[in-house]
């Protein structure tokens, strides 16, 4: 890794300066932090897992036609992406109440929605990530109209992909988060891609017959059995775990 220039360390993975133009790639960490950086830990071989599922579902995903910043999986822990200029906003959907949704509403957990929901979070630590309405968002010119529209429909689309892909192998897909960038399209313009990472870190994913949890929130609230969980979801998928150390130092 030390021949990369590095271009940031977030908390579950390290960005590096690609061997092109215009290119980063992503090195998936075992670290995993909750809370907004209170909860500190690893999950071993997790980097490995979020990799391959990231890559599983970036490709699933551009071949129903949702443009995506993936281009290749380089090694175990690293893959090859464009470089986006991210929009600072988490958008979150929701399938089913749980998490912060519950807490806020005070409503149990579990509750099937009649329609998902899809919100916006700032992506801002300091501030910790507080939700933003979609008014927000334009008057702030954080996005412009025609992106936010964008970005719901993809979102909508992503969404309904994902809950049969996942229900195929007996998961419930109850809630996840995404990030969009915008790519430059080589002339003076760019559009929109989804970004960084689909993997247990950051949705919900539930067993469909036993609720039995299988995402990072076996890790946040010390439930045990994250390692278990993460290659459960990779066993369904059909995710290899084997080693392959194509990894270069
Ligand atoms: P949410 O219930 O809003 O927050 P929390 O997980 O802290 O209770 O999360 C909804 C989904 O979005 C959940 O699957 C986790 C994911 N998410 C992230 O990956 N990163 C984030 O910063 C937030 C707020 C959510």
Same mark, same amino acid.
């Given at each position: 890794?030390?021949?990369?220039?590095?271009?940031?360390?977030?908390?579950?993975?390290?960005?590096?300066?690609?061997?092109?133009?215009?290119?980063? +790639?992503?090195?998936?960490? /075992?670290?995993?932090? =909750?809370?907004?950086?209170?909860?500190?830990?690893?999950?071993?071989?997790?980097?490995?897992?979020?990799?391959?599922?990231?890559?599983?579902?970036?490709?699933?995903?551009?071949?129903?036609?949702?443009?995506?910043?993936? +281009?290749?999986?380089?090694?175990?822990?690293?893959?090859?992406?464009?470089?986006?200029?991210?929009?600072?906003?988490?958008?979150?959907?929701?399938?089913? #109440?749980?998490?912060?949704?519950?807490?806020?509403?005070?409503?149990?957990?579990?509750?099937?929605?009649?329609?998902?929901?899809?919100?916006?979070?700032?992506?801002?630590? /300091?501030?910790?990530?507080?939700?933003?309405?979609?008014?927000?968002?334009?008057?702030?010119?954080?996005?412009?109209?025609?992106?936010?529209?964008?970005?719901?429909?993809?979102?909508?689309?992503?969404?309904?992909?994902?809950?049969?892909?996942? =229900?195929? #192998?007996?998961?419930?897909?109850?809630?996840?988060?995404?990030?969009?960038?915008?790519?430059?399209?080589?002339?003076?313009?760019?559009?929109?891609?989804?970004?960084?990472?689909?993997?247990?870190?950051?949705?919900?994913?539930?067993?469909?017959?036993?609720?039995?949890?299988?995402?990072?929130?076996?890790?946040?609230?010390?439930?045990?059995?994250?390692?278990?969980?993460?290659?459960?979801?990779?066993?369904?998928?059909? +995710?290899?775990?084997?080693?392959?150390?194509?990894?270069?130092?």
């Amino acid at each position: 890794m030390s021949n990369k220039e590095m271009l940031y360390e977030g908390k579950a993975k390290i960005l590096y300066k690609g061997p092109k133009p215009d290119t980063i +790639i992503q090195y998936f960490k /075992d670290d995993a932090t =909750a809370f907004n950086n209170v909860k500190k830990g690893t999950i071993a071989g997790k980097g490995i897992i979020n990799n391959k599922m990231s890559e599983l579902i970036m490709t699933r995903l551009g071949a129903i036609g949702i443009p995506t910043h993936f +281009i290749e999986r380089l090694s175990d822990r690293e893959q090859l992406c464009h470089e986006v200029e991210i929009i600072p906003l988490e958008v979150i959907v929701r399938n089913t #109440v749980a998490g912060t949704m519950a807490k806020t509403f005070g409503i149990e957990e579990g509750l099937r929605l009649p329609r998902p929901i899809i919100e916006f979070s700032l992506k801002d630590d /300091d501030l910790g990530d507080p939700l933003i309405p979609e008014n927000h968002i334009l008057v702030l010119e954080i996005a412009k109209e025609d992106e936010l529209m964008e970005m719901m429909e993809m979102t909508s689309k992503i969404n309904d992909f994902l809950r049969g892909f996942f =229900a195929a #192998v007996g998961i419930e897909l109850i809630d996840f988060k995404l990030e969009f960038g915008r790519l430059t399209d080589g002339q003076d313009g760019h559009f929109l891609v989804l970004a960084d990472e689909f993997s247990p870190d950051n949705c919900r994913l539930w067993d469909f017959e036993t609720g039995e949890k299988l995402d990072k929130d076996r890790f946040r609230r010390d439930l045990g059995g994250e390692v278990e969980a993460y290659q459960e979801v990779a066993r369904r998928l059909g +995710i290899s775990l084997e080693v392959e150390d194509k990894e270069e130092d």
